[in-house]
Each structure stands twice: as C-alpha cells, then as structure tokens.
C-alpha cells in the first residue's frame, strides 16, 4: 500500500518565491502597458508637461504654441522689448526674417490747446 499513496503529496507546484517573482513581473507588465498607453495618448493629442488642472503653466506662451513659430523672430522681439535694439533694427531684422512688422497706430495725440494745464494745486475741500 505503501507504493500507491506517497508519504508527501507533490502536485509539482512552484516554490513560494518563484510564485511571487512571477506576480511581480505580471505587475511590471501591466504598469509598462499603462505607461505606454498614457504615452502615446499625450502624444497623439499634443499635451506636453505638467497638467493643467489647477491652470496654465506659467512658463507658457503664446508665442511658443503657435505651430511653426520661429525662434530668430522671437530673439527679435525679445530683444526689443527688453530695449537691446531700436525700432528701426526691429523692423528691419523682421523683415530680413520674413515676419509681419507689427503697424504703429499712428501718433500719439497732441494735448489741445483749449485745455487748461493741469495743476498741482491740492482740491478745495467743500463742507
């Protein structure tokens, strides 16, 4: 009888940590797949960075999300605006650059001469 029934009863089960080894790749697997997934949404869709859940990034602008935006015109503007060139330099190197040169609205306009001159008189007070 002996031979019939073994003393230990061996269903050929893995070793405990090899079973573990083996969740733990299954979990591997499966946060690579989400991973992958999440990539190729946020690229499909254009979202770069952080989220925008609680506002817009406030390295953001503008100028940098327009598509094909360069970045020669923006060295210009930047440049002028922070006062590095003149305006006739401005326009020129824009041009020079292919960019539309921004029209002034035309000149500021000129006090009239019917206004009296503002004073630094302190205002009467009234009771």
């Known amino acids: ?3 019939r029934y073994p003393e ?28 992958l997934a999440v990539w190729a949404i ?21 100028e940098g ?5 360069d970045q020669a015109l923006q060295a210009v503007r930047l440049r002028y605006a922070q006062g590095g060139i003149t305006r006739e ?15 002034p609205s035309g000149p500021p306009p000129d006090p009239s001469p019917a206004s009296p001159p503002p004073t630094n008189a302190p205002p009467t007070q009234q009771l």
Do not use: C, H, K
């Open 1 to 3: 009888m002996r031979d």
């Open 8 to 35: 230990r009863f061996d269903f050929g089960w893995p070793p405990l940590w090899l079973e573990l080894l083996g969740w733990l790749l299954l979990l591997v697997m499966v946060a690579a797949l989400i991973g």
């Open 42 to 62: 946020t690229r499909a869709t254009g979202r770069r960075g952080p989220s925008t859940a609680f506002g817009p990034n406030p390295a953001w602008s503008p």
């Open 65 to 69: 999300s327009r598509q094909g935006s």
């Open 89 to 103: 330099e401005y326009v020129r190197l824009v041009a020079d650059l292919g960019g539309q040169v921004p029209v």
